[in-house]
Every structure is written in C-alpha cells, then in structure tokens.
Nanobody, 126 residues
Framework: QVQLVESGGGSVEAGGSLRLSCTTS????????MGWFRQAPGKEREWVAA????????SYEVTVRGRFTVSKDSAKNTLYLQMNSLLLEDTAMYYC???????????????????WGQGTQVTVSS
C-alpha cells in the first residue's frame, strides 16, 4: 500500500506560480509511474502530467505544456508539480497518483493508477 499526501495548494493571482508536493509513504522509486490530475467543479477529472520513475521521462497535457513541470526527489520520496503562468482555468482540486504496475510510457488515464492522494485546492483569481 502506498499513501500519498499532497500539499502546496492555495490562492494565487493569474500569472503567478505555485509548487505542489506529493509525499509518498513508500520509497518513491518503488512506484513505476506517477502523475498529477485535476478536477474542477462540475467537470471530470483530467490528466495534467506524468513521470516515469525509472528514467524520469515526463509527459504533459497540451494546455499546461511549457508552464508546468513535474519532477521527483527520490531522497525525499516526493513528487512535485511546479506551476507557472497560472491561468483562471487552472483552478481545480489537484491530485497525485501512483502505480506499481509496469509502464513503458508516462500514464495518462486515471484507471492506470491504483494509489491516490486526497487532493489540494488551487484557486487562480484575476
């Protein structure tokens, strides 16, 4: 069992930055892939970014590419999402997810992950 705890959310003005953290209860490199998802009120959960643990290959949803960066610190067992140039439409609850299943590429589908955090709220205002 892997427990994930997100932090770092908050309120920020458009154009600002936030860094989300996701601390894992197990050695982070025991998970094969990790990802970030978000869900806005009334909308489905959508994939944001993902990273493979073995080679740190990353992948991003097109609307966040160039603004968000996913990374991990194995020594701290923590996954990060650096979010820059935030837009109003980035407002959502953000979740980190992990899987121990083999992944040849960063995973984008929610059902590919068996472990989820409780979420951290990001609110972007004008």
């Amino acid at each position: 069992q892997v427990q994930l705890v997100e932090s770092g959310g908050g309120s920020v003005e458009a154009g600002g930055s936030l860094r989300l953290s996701c601390t894992t209860s197990k050695y982070i490199d025991n998970t094969n892939c990790m990802g970030w998802f978000r869900q806005a009120p009334g909308k489905e959960r959508e994939w944001v970014a993902a990273i493979k643990s073995d080679d740190n290959i990353t992948s991003y949803e097109v609307t966040v590419r160039g603004r968000f960066t996913v990374s991990k610190d194995s020594a701290k067992n923590t996954l990060y999402l650096q979010m820059n140039s935030l837009l109003l439409e980035d407002t959502a609850m953000y979740y980190c997810a992990a899987t121990r299943a083999y992944c040849s590429t960063p995973l984008q589908l929610p059902h590919s992950y068996e472990y989820w955090g409780q979420g951290t709220q990001v609110t972007v205002s004008s």
